[in-house]
């Protein structure tokens, strides 16, 4: 583990104010400044850093929690079973600071910080269903991704992962009744009227199941004639407890499962990943795998907005668009598959590098791809983003301003249309993306047309990036020479016992990350894909969270379609580009 | 020689109507493939044609369902109301000299008539679902009906200004000359809009916006009773291309081909175009519908209107 070494003037601020709470500093690999406070400080603490201290952490970036029951190298202060962590964001430091609160067994209750950061509203609500924290203060503290029948809290470290490890699940009449009875929307729960003065509310059930609504995601819509008066969302249909699987797959084998949570984004997944894992291990990887990484991620880029383009132009009534868009994310595919021999989850990406190297003639496929794409961009734009009906509906639609955005937690082109220049690529370059030239398109009014227009022009700043790539594509290994790089090279096996010994290891157990976390994040399609892993020592991680981008999007959508109709609500959703294996992981 | 106004004739317009619709829903879809860079049905028989049969014996089998909570006569009533008031508007549709159901004088003002009852089918079938999405579907129907029907109505009447008749027949004799569409040629824009959001298709399909309200007023249908609809719509199309055909586009006139062929021709082209406009345009919502049928389309109606009436005057 290495020590936090830099000045870390925000940790002397708090411990000049909060001296007695702040219980200690604990030095992470990131280097991300991580405080250890007493809970009955958290939200002076927490204010205090979104909206008095200089150069503010406006945003509340990420919120999880860490069961720390069967660690080996314990890291808090004292014995508490649970730790609290609050990830924020500051855009003036550019960078981040974790505030972590110790909870004991006994009473696992800590203050809600939802009037501090809205976006808290739905991790605290998460952090309960998962490990059963609970938040004072919070008015709909109840499951939202596991069933509302659900006993015991998923992420504890004495919750079975396995089905194996549980009973067989049964169904009988009884139980079906219940678990049916507990999906049953109950407006006074919600603080919600059934009529007004004048009016009786229709409350509309929109999904799990509907057209428009990209997957399994429900909106209960309170309408009053067509016009929403409020909405809750409600998630968790596509839950797999992809978080606990992290923690009983090898550092390795967990790679596959990370390209199915945003499940358009392919490799995105990879990328913060075995960023992370690369952290905690300290390896360098070398420039081709990291080119190579960049220009994987820049294809499925554009297919995953290319399917956004596709079906939002779909969701106002365009039916053609998305077969044409599809047509041609398929040629992308045709380049993945070529590389990397899958299409949508390539599970290419490996810790300290990729899988192998680019195959013969890669550079004629992505020439072709180059040329043959910015005409079509081009005449979408005609066909799409010039229309007029199309104008109509989306411009001054789901309209948000920059300080909303960053109050709900909205990154990536959500945040961007708000005029609002914040891109990780630019702002905190990873792998090599200091090297290309491209440029961070915004738009200003934050509707669901500058939504759209942002991602019309990242695409082709995404084509610019991949042409640099090709034609600047270094020479050298695909994979770091690293020990723990998995699997490791084979080219010296034979030749001495120690290499031998750790490929042997590294391929069977895996590799064994030393103790520690670090958090990396990309910018994926969606927003800020981060990955934030917690490493006891072994060959599994201790901890892995996801901070999806979609997560915070999905949550704010009530927030935007007040007062707008039926038809405008899935123009939002449509604009917000989300996924729900992404929201729900 | 003349049929017009024979029992056989009627039957036999009965028929042809009848064949035409499944084979405008093969074309649709071929169509629609061509046009998105897709194949649409190519499988069953020469060119997929018989996949329309294949989908008819599947939908006319289907189980005929009907919600316990829907109100049972209303919703049984509903789909036969399109099918009935489409088919009446084909009685007066000339479709070449002699050919043709019955001419009434007041044949335009029949079709408008028909028309207007077709737009029952439509609340009346979301209305009965009691399903929440059915009648949001039914609202749409009924708020985008009273924005389109005025000037509708209003569009047509510099033809029969400049006719100086109701009768569909007469009408087509007036454009031995010159087609209705160039002195005319902002009613028959106004018209066309009008005839599309008439039979609920993109960019006007509103009622049944699959992306928002599932299917519309007709979500809880199945089996023959969805079909009805199905079909309704499709005939809905012949219809309004058959009465543009007829007012607009000189109905049988035209040179060197016999007049039954001219109107199928035009019909034809009409009914493609129709087709073209769903896979080339979204949809608008529906208080943009009603703010432009009364903010634009009833003015250019009533200005179209104006002033044919003073150049007839005059």
Not at chain 1, 13 to 34: A, C, H, M, W, Y
Not at chain 1, 244 to 255: A, C, D, L, T
Not at chain 1, 440 to 452: E, F, K, L, Q, T
Not at chain 1, 466 to 478: A, D, K, R, V
Request: glycine share 8%.
């Amino acid at each position: 583990m290495t020590t936090d070494t830099r000045p870390a003037t925000i940790v002397d601020t708090l411990t000049e104010k909060f001296g007695d709470n702040l219980r200690s500093v604990q030095p992470t690999t990131d280097q991300i400044p991580t405080v250890w406070i007493d809970r009955s400080a958290l939200q002076p603490v927490l204010s205090f850093l979104k909206s008095e201290v200089e150069q503010p952490y406006r945003m509340l970036y990420d919120l999880t929690a860490i069961d720390e029951g069967s660690r080996q190298h314990p890291v808090q202060p004292g014995t508490d079973r649970f730790s609290v962590v609050y990830h924020l964001l500051s855009f003036d430091r550019n960078d981040d600071i974790r505030v972590k609160v110790g909870l004991p067994e006994a009473d696992p209750t800590v203050a809600t910080v939802r009037t501090i950061f809205p976006n808290a509203d739905w991790y605290e609500r998460e952090v309960f269903d998962m490990f059963g924290v609970r938040f004072d203060g919070h008015p709909h503290l109840q499951r939202i991704l596991m069933p509302h029948t659900w006993e015991g809290y998923p992420l504890r470290k004495d919750h079975p992962a396995r089905a194996t490890e549980m009973p067989p699940f049964e169904l009988p009449d009884e139980r079906q009744d219940r678990e049916m009875e507990a999906f049953k929307f109950n407006p006074e729960d919600w603080g919600m009227k059934r009529r007004s003065e004048d009016s009786d509310f229709i409350f509309l059930n929109l999904g799990p199941q509907h057209p428009g609504t990209h997957g399994v995601l429900r909106v209960i819509l309170q309408l009053d004639g067509e016009e929403i008066v409020d909405a809750v969302p409600e998630i968790g249909f596509h839950h797999r407890g992809a978080e606990k699987m992290g923690e009983r797959q090898s550092w390795h084998s967990y790679i596959p499962y990370t390209d199915r949570i945003d499940y358009l984004g392919g490799v995105m997944n990879n990328f913060p990943y075995v960023m992370a894992v690369e952290k905690l291990a300290g390896i360098d990887v070398p420039e081709r795998a990291q080119v190579i990484r960049i220009m994987l991620a820049e294809f499925f880029r554009i297919a995953s907005h290319l399917v956004w383009y596709g079906t939002f132009a779909q969701d106002v009534g365009a039916l053609s668009p998305v077969f044409y868009m599809f047509n041609d994310r398929e040629r992308i595919f045709t380049i993945i598959e070529a590389i990397c021999g899958d299409r949508m989850h390539p599970n290419w990406f490996r810790i300290g590098g990729v899988a192998d190297d680019l195959p013969e003639g890669w550079d004629k496929l992505v020439r072709e791809f180059l040329d043959y794409m910015p005409a079509r961009l081009k005449e979408y734009d005609s066909l799409v983003m010039k229309n007029h009906i199309f104008k109509g509906r989306t411009k001054g639609i789901g309209v948000y301003d920059t300080d909303t955005a960053i109050e709900w937690g909205v990154t990536g082109p959500g945040l961007r249309a708000t005029g609002y220049e914040w891109d990780f690529r630019k702002t905190r370059p990873y792998s090599g993306y200091d090297q290309f030239e491209f440029d961070i398109p915004i738009a200003h009014n934050g509707d669901c047309y500058d939504r759209g227009i942002v991602r019309v022009e990242e695409m082709r700043q995404s084509l610019r990036i991949i042409e640099q790539c090709l034609n600047n594509m270094p020479s050298g290994p695909y994979k770091s020479s690293h020990k723990l790089t998995t699997p490791p090279n084979k080219d010296r096996t034979m030749h001495d016992i120690e290499t031998l010994i750790t490929h042997f290891l590294n391929v069977s157990w895996g590799p064994v990350i030393p103790p520690g976390e670090a958090f990396a994040a990309v910018e994926a399609s969606k927003g800020n894909n981060g990955y934030y892993l917690v490493s006891d020592g072994s060959t599994m991680s201790y901890r892995t969270r996801i901070r999806a981008p979609s997560f915070p999007h999905i949550q704010m959508v009530p927030a935007i379609s007040r007062g707008h109709t039926v038809a405008d609500l899935l123009a939002i959703l449509g604009s917000i580009d989300f996924v729900l294996a992404d929201v729900d992981r | 020689m003349s049929f017009q106004g024979s029992a056989l004739l009627a039957i036999l317009v009965l028929l042809g109507v009848f064949t035409a619709a499944p084979g405008l829903i093969w074309l649709e879809r071929r169509l629609l493939g061509l046009w998105q860079d897709r194949y649409g049905p190519n499988r069953v028989g020469p060119f997929g044609i018989f996949q329309v049969i294949a989908d008819m014996v599947k939908i006319l089998t289907k189980e005929d369902w009907i919600p316990p909570f829907a109100d049972r006569p209303v919703f049984v009533i509903a789909p036969g109301v399109i099918i009935f008031t489409v088919l009446m508007s084909f009685a007066v549709v000339p479709v070449a000299p002699g050919i043709g159901v019955v001419d009434l004088n007041v044949g335009l003002l029949f079709f408008l008539a028909m028309s207007s009852l077709g737009a029952y089918s439509v609340v009346l079938g979301g209305w009965s679902s009691n399903n929440k999405y059915s009648l949001l579907g039914g609202l749409r129907a009924a708020s985008q009906m009273i924005s389109y029907e005025v000037f509708m109505g209003l569009s047509l009447m510099g033809v029969v200004v400049m006719t100086g008749s109701f009768s569909m027949w007469d009408i087509v004799m007036a454009q031995q000359g010159m087609w209705n569409i160039v002195p005319q040629f902002f009613g028959f824009v106004v018209f066309l809009v009008a005839g599309v959001a008439e039979m609920h298709r993109l960019p006007f399909d509103i009622p049944e916006a699959e992306s928002e309200i599932v299917a519309g007023f007709h979500s809880e249908y199945s089996g023959l009773k969805f079909g009805m609809f199905f079909v309704g719509e499709y005939l809905g199309m012949v219809v309004v291309a058959a009465i543009t055909t007829t007012l607009f586009l000189g109905g049988w006139h035209g040179p060197w081909l016999p007049p039954i062929v001219w109107f199928g021709l035009k019909t034809f082209a009409l009914v493609c175009f129709f087709i073209l406009l769903r896979a080339g345009l979204p949809r608008p919502r529906f208080d943009q519908l009603m703010s432009y049928g009364w903010k634009v389309m009833l003015p250019l109606a009533l200005a179209n209107l104006l002033v044919t009436g003073a150049i007839v005057v005059l």
